[in-house]
């Protein structure tokens, strides 16, 4: 699935303000993006199984060298 963000191109996510993280079922997370899209403060929700958040923790941890 594409997400479009708006009109210029290349469409490179907004930088994130903040975030959060909820856990809506035993084996499901939800990552809470705050950003600001075309001028206006949006939540973007993205939610995932507990092997896919595990699988997008590790990517960030080998990504910053951690």
Known sequence: MVLKIDET????FPAILSTDVELKAQQQLELVLI???EGKAVRV?????TKKAQTLA??????LGS
């Open 45 to 49: 929700r993205v939610r995932l199984d």
């Open 9 to 12: 191109e290349p469409n490179i």
């Open 35 to 37: 950003t600001l899209i």
């Open 58 to 63: 590790d990517q960030l941890n080998g990504a």
